[in-house]
């Protein structure tokens, strides 16, 4: 098969952390490349950006990267795309045409990719069925009341999509309730598959030789958080959780994310740790390349997870994978994931001293999941790209036998 990969406003291969690169770009990107060795031809068309200037790329077998382009490219917020959705459906046809290429499936990646892929549907040229998976949904993320509201036009445009769209993919079956929910879609058009990791990349170290190669304190208890830095990921219950435990004890935050020290959302994160008077336990290490990820789940003690929402928690399943366990709100697949005191702890109660003693009992007992590394590495058993890619394979199968 011959799948029209859509990721339009973020880039596979884009620095991870950034604000609008994430977990979408390693699902979109890892995904593809297994896709790729069971034998599909991956199309992965990408908006133009200065930092990768090729148009096409091949990533891995079977995998190209195709940076596509419209006029007046300067703005780069992934809004911008919106009011050009036309334009570029009209630039992947275009590249398509002067291939000589013809595809079997679009799969888009997030609404405004969606919205695209629902343009090119449209096309005679382009009879062929349309999936998407949404990756997060705007109407949950309203409903929290957290940062700026998402747009109408977004919520608007997953109503459509989920009621156009042949197949939706959902990681968890919490977020195919959401979709029914929110959106009204056909139960039957949802399909669940959960996202993967790489067990080869993320898998254990010594915890002293992971500290040592950080720079690390070598006895301190360390809490580890990855992910952007906005209201949505609860940075602040963790920065609050800190100075609850003041006096019981003082574990180092470790923040990885984050693309610009200057943006307001860190200064106001460095603020409001200040006013909470644990500014000196936080240690804010920017964004980091992947490969170099795992060293930080395996100089950590535990990695939290306090947002609000999350459609799965790539996160956790790295860290775990790394043989670390997590505190997490039961968010995403954190509450099939997380096995209490096994590899973890969930947070069901909303307040700041629920949060905090989670923290304390994980770190309090290291020398326990120091002992179960292997344990803890098993829960993630289960989430690998290959059987991922696989059920990815066979709804493509099912979806175009049945065009």
């Not at 979408?24 to 991956?42: D, N, Q, T, W």
């Not at 040592?212 to 958080?225: F, N, V």
């Not at 060293?295 to 790394?322: K, N, P």
């Amino acid at each position: 098969m011959n799948i029209a990969m859509l990721s339009i406003h973020s880039c596979p291969v884009g620095e991870l952390g950034t604000k609008d690169t994430g977990g979408m770009s390693v699902y979109v990107r890892e995904l593809a490349k297994e896709l790729g060795k069971l034998g599909c031809r991956i199309d992965i068309f990408t908006r133009r950006h200065d930092a990768h200037p090729a148009p096409v790329t091949d990533l891995n077998e079977n995998v190209r990267l195709i940076h596509v382009g419209v006029a007046d490219e300067r703005d780069p917020s992934k809004l911008a795309v919106y009011p050009r959705i036309a334009d570029y459906a009209e630039s992947v046809i275009r590249f398509a045409g002067q291939e000589s290429f013809c595809y079997h499936l679009i799969h888009s990646h997030y609404w405004l990719s969606g919205m695209v892929g629902r343009s090119l549907g449209k096309r005679k040229q382009w009879d062929i069925p349309h999936m998407i998976m949404f990756h997060t949904l705007g109407a949950v993320k309203n409903t929290l009341g957290l940062g700026e509201d998402e747009p109408s036009c977004r919520i608007a445009g997953e109503k459509t999509l989920a009621a156009g769209c042949r197949k939706i993919v959902a990681p968890t079956a919490r977020e195919k309730e959401n979709i029914i929910r929110f959106y009204g879609a056909d139960p039957e058009s949802v399909s669940v598959i959960p996202c993967g990791v790489d067990r080869d990349l993320f898998k254990p170290t010594a915890k002293e030789a992971a500290r040592k190669t950080l720079g690390c304190d070598a006895k301190g208890k360390i809490l580890l958080y990855v992910g952007r830095v906005e209201p949505l990921k609860g940075l602040n219950r963790i920065i609050e959780s800190l100075a609850f435990l003041k006096g019981r004890m003082s574990p180092r935050l470790l923040i990885v994310g984050g693309d610009d020290p200057r943006h307001s959302g860190m200064n106001q994160l460095k603020e409001y740790a200040a006013l909470k008077g644990v500014l000196e336990q936080v240690i804010f290490a920017g964004r980091v390349d992947q490969s170099e990820l795992p060293l930080y789940y395996c100089a950590a003690d535990t990695l939290v997870v306090a947002s609000r929402y999350e459609s799965f928690g790539l996160v956790a399943l790295e860290a775990l994978s790394c043989g670390t366990p997590v505190v997490s709100t039961p968010v995403g697949v954190m509450d099939t994931l997380i096995r209490d005191e096994q590899n973890g702890l969930l947070v069901r109660d909303e307040g700041v001293p629920a949060m905090a003693l989670a923290i304390y009992r994980v770190i309090s007992g290291s020398r326990f999941y120091e002992k179960n590394i292997a344990a803890i590495r098993k829960s993630t058993e289960s989430f690998s790209w290959p059987g991922v890619a696989l059920r990815m394979k066979r709804v493509y199968e099912s979806v175009v036998g049945s065009a």
